[in-house]
């Protein structure tokens, strides 16, 4: 069982290029959602999805596209690529969950390192 | 909105106890959670708390006061390997049911010295 798996490990782009992160997760799970990680800041969301199809906005989704056809993959495009994006992303995934108020765990890939010159 | 405050940096002795607070401000509340992370890796679920009290899973234990919008997370035995960032989460409350968005804080350090 891989659970959620990111591709590639290590990116380098320069301003104005556009380029996807790939996440895929084999566990069925419902909800996936992509974090950044800056210095001091946590995880901020950028995106997420409830189910195939189904996408929405998150606290920081400006500059970045998402779509979810399939239940197992949910890719993030970087439309045109900007310093200020130079961050580690991370893809999470969680099932639906009637109990915990909404709070099942995240699931978490191990993250794309992306460094815009 | 949403908006949770913990102590950016903590440190603590091998063996000793130690406590990381975190405050939060929701229009809706949903439970509080705690992650882990390792300095270079992914975050892992620690524990989550719904109701008022204590949640004790091994050295870990959380503890949840709603009406102080309050929460921490308790390491006993601390460890080496416990040197981590740890965050504090609760749901977002924009939409309806379980949307799986969680707004975290900024994290909190914990640095386990010898």
């Known amino acids: 069982n891989a659970g959620v798996t990111q591709t590639p490990k290590f990116q380098v782009l320069k301003t104005g290029q556009s380029m996807t992160l790939q996440c895929a997760q084999d566990?069925?799970?419902?909800?996936m959602s992509w974090y950044r990680q800056d210095p001091g800041m946590g995880l901020r969301l950028i995106h997420y999805?409830?189910?195939?199809?189904?996408?929405d906005q998150g606290e920081v989704p400006n500059g970045y596209n998402v779509s979810r056809s399939t239940t197992e993959d949910f890719p993030l495009r970087l439309l045109s690529a900007a310093p200020s994006q130079t961050s580690v992303y991370f893809c999470a995934s969680s099932y639906r969950g009637a109990a915990r108020g909404g709070l099942t765990p995240l699931h978490f890939g191990n993250g794309t390192r992306l460094t815009v010159t | 909105g949403q908006s949770l405050e913990q102590p950016s940096e903590v440190t603590a002795v091998e063996g000793a106890i130690v406590q990381i607070n975190c405050t939060y401000q929701?229009?809706?509340?949903?439970?509080l959670s705690w992650y882990q992370q390792h300095d270079g890796g992914a975050p892992t679920f620690l524990s989550y708390?719904?109701?008022?009290g204590l949640e004790e899973t091994g050295r870990f234990s959380s503890f949840l006061s709603r009406s102080d919008s309050y929460g921490y997370l308790l390491l006993q035995e601390l460890q080496m390997k416990d040197s981590a960032s740890y965050f504090c989460?609760?749901?977002?409350?924009?939409?309806?049911?379980?949307?799986?968005?969680?707004?975290f804080g900024q994290g909190t350090t914990l640095q386990v010295k010898p």
């Open positions: 708390n719904g109701l008022d």
């Open positions: 999805s409830v189910g195939a199809g189904i996408t």
């Open positions: 989460a609760v749901r977002d409350r924009k939409g309806s049911g379980n949307t799986g968005k969680l707004i």
């Open positions: 566990m069925n799970h419902e909800y």
């Open positions: 929701t229009s809706g509340f949903y439970g």
